[in-house]
């Protein structure tokens, strides 16, 4: 039995569903390689054969492009299911591990097994993505799963319900609509995992309700990513990669997105320019009206950018753009030039078309401005000097860093994706996702043949030399101290 | 005693100290490492006599579970420092031209390290090994229930290690809910569920990641040998396990023993023979028994037995001495599985022995409670053991031994559900107190067209093909042979 999505999802629908679930999960099904092999294949079928659906309520929710629904969301989505299917059995091997003296004689293995029932609770700018990628790690692990999709992205978060009470094993694998009310009904209940990815705000709600469950949580979370522009370098090829992170994300609405820019006083003419150059060969003139720019989610989230851009000290500080239209929910690229770090613009993780330029007088002087924020989702730099580029490396710390790019660390799927400090934690994407929801066990087997007594009771001398010479290391010690020397 | 004023004000120093950047190169990440083990070399009297009298630890013991433990694991770090430390590439698809990437493991920053009082130096300095060899700043909380340990670590610790990164704060609740107040990069609390909600609750308010390290039931599957051999060394061990491993009071330590009812009579014989074997005749006069903690736990204990249902069914011991918090050694057969006995984590030298039909009923038995930190199962048969992997769940799984997966430097140390999140030892330590963080490293000289808007159809063809790795439909399209589908 799917979900009704005319029914009320209140505590006691959520107790059941609980029930229902943990009964199934219990019984094992979910544990087999065939049965997570064929969830991720009809997963695979889900999206190849719904795609253009897909792109529709995208274009519904976001006024996104077409492209960057086919790949960013379909495209992703299809490369991380078909590596998971490629890797599946490898994931899920036992991994053998040395075993020392101390043990002898014993061999050990770290044995991946699933977690249980967890839940993922996805945010509205990718909502395909967000939901399921995750739910590929899950399902890998061999876990039943509850998908939360967001109620900013309606369209979307319908579609995926009935996608996937049509293609996946509904015993298993559930979707919930709703908003607050559902969602906190949803957190009350005894996870084995949350999944969450959103702002901070929510994250700490999330890991309130975790916590009294004992739940392991992994938080996507956001914060302000810096792009650090250098000189001497080829600000055509930096702008393009600016422009796509930002703007050509789904409008800034990405977490991973430039949030604001640092360069040197010298530079930022010369940046502007370029900025201003590529996109408007990307855009057009009259960017409004592009079609290859997303638009602004809601009234909310456009009333919220409206005021970073309108308040006092900062909407003197436009440089380039500035036009919106509410009735169609859009504001055009906006550049800033140097609004005051006390701004708001400055203190929110922005989240849209407006990107704010800071200038310094030294470029070493953006590790300090970075550094004293909190740790950002990613961290960007576009440079040629190999020392700034190494110093950079170990000087910022952020979920992840790209030197001449922005955002592309996602594709990449043997690296891990997640924040640290308040951006989050945990990460997935690749193996990450099926470790994120595995429980690693470790196995240990020992024979009965030779066993120390020395660990045993009554205690003797003889048997502390013994022990510090195990414990202390050297072989030799070991058999000066069998020999019953010092 | 700290006020909140002066506590935040060290802890800024602490903050600043790490962004000054001191404690992230290697020399000081080693200095710290040997520092820690000339404090257990140089303090070793010391901490004999401070175990002695906050738990009644036999030296040996005390050099057996937590002196001789964390020697091996600091030199163990300091051995595997470097390979821990150094990046590890990612591999890349071949389109990636001109592209690295990278693993780079960076400190967390400020970390603290909750521990508790049962092995007061052991599970204070063990995850110290790992915050220290990831490059962390560590506040250290022992516990306040084992004073004369407490007082050592305060006192002498931080003249072998870098003061200014380590510091150690005594303390009861009060302390422990003024430092949890603060902002921390990450948590390490070892202690009960209970506490651990708090802990996580707490982390919840700055978004800490927390690692758990509680406990459970760790249970015991007595399955039946055929030599009596391995009968013997299986009765030694589980009863070491229960009763020597401070007395019970070990996260890890046995908790309750599942065996088939036509068996019970030869095991409580060989259980019975090993106590007098390890104890002696006599076990409140043998040398090698620690103390319950304090009245408080001792009190639970008896009121775990004064149940009468409990009470009627113990056949072995149940000798209490409330001056000397002591407890004798002491067997249950079958207590009511109701009872607090078998509810609640025992902690302590009680030991429910608790008879099944068929010894393939403790699966369904322990995958119906909460999972414990250990699960320890003595078989000589293959596919029972493979049964018992796929159908449980814990932090641990051993095979005819008990405990000694805490000294297996390459093993996580971890719980599940109940008993914890997160896991440490080893290399997992300086993994849980580090970030991994993902580096791309770009050139500006070469980009696909196609990238960019505005966009078209071929444009769409060719990122689909490039997304696929799909190299040679990515050429065809570019030289025109091949067309939108």
């Known amino acids: 039995m799917g979900s009704d999505a005319t029914a009320i999802f209140d505590a006691e629908a959520a107790q059941t569903m609980m029930k229902e679930l943990r009964a199934v999960y219990g019984s094992g099904a979910t544990k087999s390689y065939d049965w997570r092999v064929s969830q991720l294949s009809q997963l695979l079928k889900l999206i190849e054969y719904h795609e253009d659906d897909i792109a529709a309520a995208l274009r519904s929710d976001l006024s996104k492009p077409d492209i960057e629904s086919y790949v960013y969301e379909i495209g992703v989505l299809k490369s991380s299911i078909k590596l998971a299917l490629k890797e599946l059995r490898k994931w899920m091997s036992p991994e053998k591990v040395k075993t020392s003296l101390i043990s002898f004689p014993s061999s050990a293995k770290i044995v991946p097994e699933p977690l249980g029932i967890v839940l993922i609770i996805s945010a509205w700018n990718y909502p395909f993505l967000l939901s399921l990628d995750p739910l590929v790690g899950a399902i890998a692990a061999g876990n039943a799963a509850v998908l939360k999709p967001s109620e900013i992205s309606p369209v979307s978060s319908a579609l995926i319900a009935k996608l996937v009470r049509e293609y996946m094993d509904s015993s298993t694998i559930r979707v919930v609509e709703g908003a607050v009310a559902e969602t906190s009904v949803l957190l009350e209940q005894k996870w084995d995992k949350i999944c969450y990815t959103g702002n901070a705000v929510v994250g700490r709600i999330v890991m309130a309700a975790a916590a009294k469950h004992l739940t392991p949580v992994l938080l996507e979370l956001g914060g302000k990513c810096p792009a650090v522009v250098d000189l001497n370098i080829n600000l055509q090829v930096a702008c393009r990669r600016i422009i796509m992170g930002k703007w050509g994300s789904n409008n800034g609405q990405t977490c991973v997105s430039p949030d604001y820019i640092i360069t040197t006083k010298a530079n930022a003419p010369k940046l502007i320019d370029a900025l201003k150059t590529e996109l408007e060969k990307f855009y057009g003139k009259n960017m409004l009206e592009s079609n290859d720019l997303s638009r602004i989610v809601n009234s909310n989230h456009f009333a919220r950018l409206i005021k970073l851009l309108d308040e006092d000290k900062v909407s003197g500080k436009v440089v380039y753009g500035g036009k919106r239209d509410e009735s169609i929910l859009k504001i055009m690229p906006t550049i800033l030039l140097d609004v005051p770090r006390n701004s708001l613009i400055m203190k929110e993780e922005i989240f849209g078309p407006l990107l704010p330029i800071l200038t310094v007088d030294r470029l070493e002087d953006s590790f300090n401005i970075i550094n004293s924020g909190t740790k950002p989702l990613a961290a960007y730099l576009f440079t040629n000097d190999k020392r700034f580029r190494e110093h950079f490396v170990t000087e910022v710390s952020a979920g992840g860093l790209v030197v001449n790019d922005t955002t592309i660390h996602l594709g990449v799927l043997t690296l891990p994706f997640g924040g640290v400090g308040d951006s989050g934690m945990g990460s997935y994407h690749g193996k990450f996702s099926f470790d994120a929801f595995s429980h690693k066990k470790a196995v240990l087997y020992r024979g009965f043949v030779a066993d120390a007594d020395i660990r045993y009771p009554p205690y003797t001398r003889k048997k502390l030399r013994l022990l510090q010479a195990l414990l202390g290391g050297s072989f030799l010690t070991i058999i000066l101290a069998l020999f019953g020397r010092n | ?485």
């Open chain 2, 1 to 485: 005693m700290e006020t909140t004023v002066l506590l935040e004000d060290d802890l800024e120093d602490m903050r600043m100290y790490y962004r000054s950047g001191k404690t992230r190169g290697e020399s000081w990440r080693r200095s710290q490492l040997q520092g820690l083990l000339l404090f257990l070399k140089k303090k070793e009297g010391e901490i004999f006599e401070a175990l002695a009298q906050d738990l009644g630890k036999h030296p040996i013991e005390a050099y057996r579970d937590e002196v001789g433990s964390l020697t091996k694991s600091v030199n163990y770090a300091l051995n595997c420092l470097s390979e821990w430390m150094s990046s590890k590439k990612a591999k890349l698809p071949l389109i990636a031209i001109l592209t690295t990437a990278e693993i780079v493991p960076e400190p967390l920053g400020l970390v603290l390290v909750i521990s508790t009082w049962n092995f007061p130096i052991g599970l204070s300095l063990e995850p110290l090994i790992g915050a220290l060899a990831a490059g962390n700043c560590v506040v250290l909380k022992p516990s306040e229930l084992t004073p004369k340990c407490s007082f050592l670590l305060a006192t002498a610790l931080p003249t072998f290690l870098d003061g200014k990164a380590v510091k150690v704060v005594e303390g009861d609740s009060t302390t422990g809910e003024r430092l949890l107040r603060q902002k921390w990069d990450k948590i390490l609390f070892t202690g009960s569920s209970r506490i651990a909600r708090e802990v996580l609750a707490a982390a919840a308010e700055h978004l800490t990641p927390v690692v758990l390290e509680l406990g459970g039931k760790c249970p015991v599957i007595l399955d039946s040998f055929s030599r009596s051999w391995d009968k013997e060394v299986a009765a030694q061990r589980i009863t070491w396990a229960k009763f020597n491993a401070c007395a019970g009071q070990a996260c890890i330590a046995v908790d309750y023993v599942l065996v088939e009812e036509r068996f019970i009579d030869e095991w409580l014989e060989l259980m019975k023979t090993w106590i007098k074997k390890l104890f002696g005749e006599n076990p409140k006069q043998s040398c090698c028994n620690a103390r319950i903690i304090n009245k408080h736990h001792f009190t639970r204990l008896r009121m775990l037995l004064e149940d009468p249902k409990v009470q009627s069914r113990v056949v072995h011991g149940g000798d209490m001495d409330e001056d000397n918090l002591y407890i004798e050694p002491t067997i249950l057969l079958n207590p009511p599985l109701q009872s607090a006995i078998m509810m609640d984590e025992i902690f302590g030298p009680l030991l429910p022995i608790i008879t099944v039909k068929n010894i393939e009923d403790s699966i369904q038995f322990i995958s119906s409670r909460p999972k414990p930190l250990a699960i320890y199962v003595f078989t000589e048969r293959e596919s029972f053991r493979q049964r018992i992997q796929a159908e449980t769940s814990s932090g641990s799984l051993i095979f005819n031994d008990v405990i000694i997966q805490y000294l297996a430097d390459t093993l996580p140390f971890g719980g599940i559900g109940e008993s914890g999140m997160g896991k440490y030892h080893g290399k997992f330590s300086f993994d849980t107190f580090s970030h991994h963080k993902a580096v791309v490293r770009r050139s500006l000289l070469v980009d696909f067209w196609f990238r960019f808007p505005p966009w078209n159809e071929q444009k769409l063809q060719l990122l689909r093909s490039a997304y696929d790795y799909d190299y040679l439909g990515l050429l065809l399209i570019v030289l025109g042979l091949k067309r939108s589908s």
